[in-house]
């Protein structure tokens, strides 16, 4: 059972370049989530997904596009990167809304030059 | 914006001191959860706590849920080495069921 697994690990990434990080979970998960993790910020919520077909923004959702085609596979877009979007980026899945653990992935490493 | 705040953000304790990090939110909360992210790692579900005034154990881990369902606190009794990273509190309020909103965490130094 591989959990969530995000691709990639690292990336480097010049400022306009777009690219999209890749999270896929095995846990028939009906939510999920991306999150941003920034020195002395905490986690701050992307966009999440309720379900396949159904996603919503976040706190800090601008520059960022989702889609949810399927349940295991929710992609994160950048559209045209800038340095401000240089952070750690996880993926999150949850058996629902609820009240059940999220599950994380080992995270995605931006770096915008 | 955000509604779970934690404190304190940072924490250097020696090996077997007491520590503790608290949460409040602005509202009520339907649940919260904790989870610890080691250096370089990634977050791990610790606990969930759901009713008011609640109060669970993990071996020297102490986590209380307060009776209005606003606060939460994590307390680790006589820490280890291997309790060094960031214990986060993550909260669900009924009317944004899904949503997690995340405290800053609080990142936990142990020295020898």
């Known amino acids: 059972n591989a959990g969530v697994t995000q691709t990639p690990k690292f990336q480097v990434l010049k400022t306009g370049q777009s690219m999209t990080l890749q999270c896929a979970q095995d846990?028939?998960?009906?939510?999920m989530s991306w999150y941003r993790q920034d020195p002395g910020m905490g986690l701050r919520l992307i966009h999440y997904?309720?379900?396949?077909?159904?996603?919503d923004q976040g706190e800090v959702p601008n520059g960022y596009n989702v889609s949810r085609s399927t349940t295991e596979d929710f992609p994160l877009r950048l559209l045209s990167a800038a340095p401000s979007q240089t952070s750690v980026y996880f993926c999150?899945?949850?058996?629902?809304?609820?009240?059940?653990?999220?599950?994380f992935g080992q995270g995605t490493r931006l770096t915008v030059v | 914006g955000q509604q779970v705040m934690q404190i304190p953000q940072y924490q250097h304790v020696q090996e077997g001191e007491d520590f503790t990090t608290y949460c409040n939110s602005s509202?009520?909360?339907?649940?919260i959860q904790w989870y610890k992210q080691r250096p370089g790692g990634h977050p791990v579900f610790l606990i969930q706590?759901?009713?008011?005034?609640e109060v669970k154990k993990q071996k020297r881990l102490t986590f209380q849920f307060g009776e209005a369902k606003k606060n939460s606190s994590l307390h680790i009794t006589a820490t280890q080495t291997t309790d060094v990273g960031t214990y986060f509190c993550?909260?669900?309020?009924?009317?944004?069921?899904?949503?997690?909103?995340f405290g800053r965490g609080t990142q936990l130094t142990v020295w020898p």
């Open positions: 999150a899945s949850s058996y629902d809304r609820g009240g059940t653990e999220a599950f």
């Open positions: 846990m028939n998960h009906e939510y």
């Open positions: 997904s309720v379900g396949a077909g159904i996603t």
């Open positions: 509202t009520t909360l339907s649940n």
């Open positions: 706590l759901v009713k008011s005034g």
């Open positions: 993550a909260g669900r309020t009924s009317s944004t069921l899904g949503r997690l909103y």
